[in-house]
Each structure stands twice: as structure tokens, then as C-alpha cells.
């Protein structure tokens, strides 16, 4: 093997990739030797696209824009379109506050490199979302974890993000709801977080990716907050509510200032999100903005027999949360939760995600996703991990 001759940077040395992709090859390793392998692994949809996107599918092939790039930002009839849905979930902003990105990830990635320098701290209350870490290390900046003293429910407060703080603190990144827990800011708490952060001049990055995922209440956003402009960056995604993974859109939100100068950053990496892919989730937000409502029966009613399930086990334990597909389940007595996953999937065919994955403050835990496979290998998958344990 010939080596590379230049020295790579630390910054992208030191990034350590989530165990999503090494469990799903080997599940389908196991599933090329006859296995059946339940996946409760990724967070997924186990529901269908809605035919509005499809439709404008097909009619964006018959449009000679199809071919052609956007304006950098994206289309300016998705971005009015998608202010106005905004504004249904008590968000003021215009069509100049939003850009279009390659999905939320991307958003983010956008956000980080618009706000934050190298050598900047940038505090991830922990459990936190894989990515976000990866990310803010290849920003050259420093992650900073910050526990929550609430292990059951994971309730953020003011109380787990102001010990982190420093003069070097730059951002804080709130996911709401979370994953890998589920757990939905309370609005009173999350007010007080963007008012103290503003107060000291530091951005808030909200992940708003399952808001239309919440549960048990109305979703609260960072940006419904009075003076949200100060310093709120909120980053999302079509993929979870339209089902649109493939298809990579998602979007930012921030002050006009602020998305002018993400524009320059979404111009260097990408120039613009797939035309095709904007024309189809313009459909979906045209014509089934309240398609993922659609769901929520049935979501809950899996949390429940997650939860049921779950209870009946000797050595797991979790208090559902309000929001999104997950089960971030406590596991009595484990130390490596990466271990335990890679045996769940050798010993009973199931995939899970190890907690230690989400952050020191996730070890001992697995991660459930009951949203991402059909109702009958939802049992099956949890018959299995109760014969496990």
C-alpha cells in the first residue's frame, strides 16, 4: 500500500467516525448468509413520501430548470414557501433569512463555518447528535461536552450549559427535540438559554430536524423566541417529515445578515442544493406541510410498546421522551456500549446504536429507532432483544 505523502491535519485525523455504517455492513453481511436482520438502528420513517413531492418529481423532469443551477441560497419560490410555513409554528422570517442546503447536515456544516473559527468552543449538551462533534472538529473549533443532569428524561436547563461557558465559547448547539434521546426543549427553558446566550454575545445553533416530531405539545423553536435575530441559527431537514432522505434538502435560518454570509460558504461547497430535489420538496410544502401529523398515532402507539417492552426487561430501562423515533434506553451494568451493540447484532440479528456514540455522558445506553421498520419487525426486533437480555 502507498502512503499518502502529505501530512494530513489533525483536525480531520482526530474525527472519528459513528458505528452506523460498520453495523449496517455487517448486517448485511449477515442478511447476504440468510440472517433475517431487524434494523432498529437509523432514524428513519417507515412511512412513504407523500404524492405531492412524487408528482413534482415528475413534473420538475418536464421543466428545462430542472438542469440548471439556482440562485446560491436556493429557488426564491421555495424559500417564500417555506417562510410562510414557518410562520405557522410562530417563526418570523422573511425569504432572505432561510437558505436552501443539501440536507441538515449540510445546514449545519454551513452554520459552523459561518459562525465559528478555528480554535473557537462551541458547548454540545450531551447526549449529543454524532454529527454535530464531527463536525465542529473539522471546523478546526473545540467540542465541548456538557451532561445533563437530567439522565431519565433529558430535559435541557440554563444549569447544564452555563458551567461550560468560557471566553472562548462561541456557540452553543441545542437539539430539539433531541437525538439520540427525543426529548423536546420546554419553552421556558429554551428561552432562557437564547436570552442568557445572547446576553453574552455567544450564537445559538438550534437542530430543529424532528419538529415536526413533537408529541405530547406544540414544538417550540428558538426562533419563536422575541429578539430570535440576535443570535439564533436554526438548521433542518425534509428528509424525517416527507420522507425525502435520498433527495438531501434541508435548510437554514438565521438573520438576513447572517444568511448572506452562509451564502458565500454554500457557494464554496456546493454552489446550490439539487435543483430537483428543491422542486419536489416545494410540492410537499405546497400541498402536505401536515403530512408527517399523519403518523403520530401510530408513532406514539410504538413509543408505548417500546416502553412496555423496554419495562419488562431486567436490565434496560427508559422514560419515554416527547419527541422524534428514538429509545435511548439505560442498560444496568454496561461499561461498552459498543461492544453490547456489535453482540446484540452477532447474538440476535438486531441493530441497535451504542450511546457512547452520542458522548461520554450516552455510554451505557443503546439507542432504539422504533420509527424505521414495519410494525411486525418492530415486535420481532423487540422479542429478540427480550430473549437478549
Known amino acids: 500500500m502507498v502512503s499518502f505523502g502529505v501530512r494530513l491535519p489533525s483536525r480531520v485525523l482526530d474525527i472519528e467516525l459513528p458505528p452506523f455504517d460498520p453495523l449496517n455492513v455487517r448486517a448485511a453481511e449477515l442478511r447476504a448468509q440468510g440472517h433475517r436482520v431487524i434494523t432498529l438502528g437509523q432514524a428513519l420513517p417507515f412511512f412513504p413520501p407523500p404524492e405531492s413531492a412524487l408528482r413534482s418529481a415528475r413534473d420538475a423532469l418536464m421543466s428545462p430548470d430542472v438542469h440548471s443551477y439556482s440562485t446560491d441560497p436556493g429557488r426564491p419560490s421555495l424559500r417564500r414557501l417555506l417562510a410562510e410555513r414557518l410562520g405557522e409554528h410562530g417563526i418570523a422570517c422573511q425569504a432572505d433569512d432561510l437558505v436552501i442546503t443539501a440536507g441538515a447536515n449540510h445546514a449545519f456544516a454551513t452554520a459552523v463555518a459561518t459562525l465559528v473559527s478555528a480554535g473557537d468552543e462551541v458547548v454540545l449538551p450531551a447526549p449529543y447528535f454524532t454529527n454535530h462533534h464531527m463536525q465542529v472538529q473539522a471546523a478546526g473549533a473545540v467540542a465541548v461536552e456538557a451532561p445533563l443532569a437530567d439522565q431519565r428524561l433529558y430535559r435541557l436547563t440554563w444549569d447544564d450549559v452555563a458551567p461550560s461557558l468560557t471566553s472562548r465559547t462561541r456557540a452553543v448547539v441545542v437539539c430539539n427535540p433531541s437525538n439520540p434521546t427525543g426529548a423536546p426543549i420546554a419553552p421556558a427553558a429554551g428561552e432562557r438559554i437564547v436570552h442568557e446566550l445572547a446576553e453574552r454575545g455567544i450564537a445559538v445553533i438550534s437542530d430543529e430536524t424532528y419538529m415536526q416530531f413533537v408529541f405530547d405539545d406544540e414544538h417550540w423553536s428558538a426562533a419563536s423566541v422575541a429578539g430570535w435575530r440576535r443570535n439564533v441559527v436554526v438548521v433542518g431537514t425534509f428528509s424525517k417529515a416527507f420522507a425525502l432522505m435520498g433527495w438531501r434538502v434541508g435548510f437554514v435560518l438565521a438573520d438576513r445578515a447572517v444568511c448572506e454570509q452562509a451564502t458565500k ?16 420538496v416545494e410540492g410537499a410544502l405546497r400541498d402536505d406541510w401536515a403530512y408527517p401529523r399523519r403518523f403520530h398515532r401510530e408513532l406514539v402507539q410504538r413509543r408505548k410498546l417500546v416502553a412496555d417492552r423496554i419495562a419488562a426487561m431486567p436490565t434496560l430501562s427508559w422514560s419515554p421522551t416527547g419527541g422524534g423515533f428514538f429509545a435511548f434506553a439505560r442498560v444496568d451494568g454496561c461499561t461498552d456500549s459498543t461492544a453490547l451493540a456489535a453482540r446484540l447484532l452477532e447474538e440476535a440479528h438486531v441493530v441497535t446504536i451504542p450511546g457512547a ?4 455522558s450516552g455510554e451505557g445506553c443503546l439507542r432504539l429507532s422504533f420509527g424505521s421498520v ?3 419487525d418492530l415486535v420481532e426486533g423487540l422479542d429478540r432483544l427480550g430473549r437478549f437480555f
Open 265 to 280: 460558504i454554500q457557494d464554496a461547497m456546493i454552489i446550490c442544493a439539487p435543483m430537483i430535489s428543491q422542486m419536489v
Open 357 to 360: 456514540a452520542f458522548g461520554k
Open 374 to 376: 414495519s410494525g411486525e
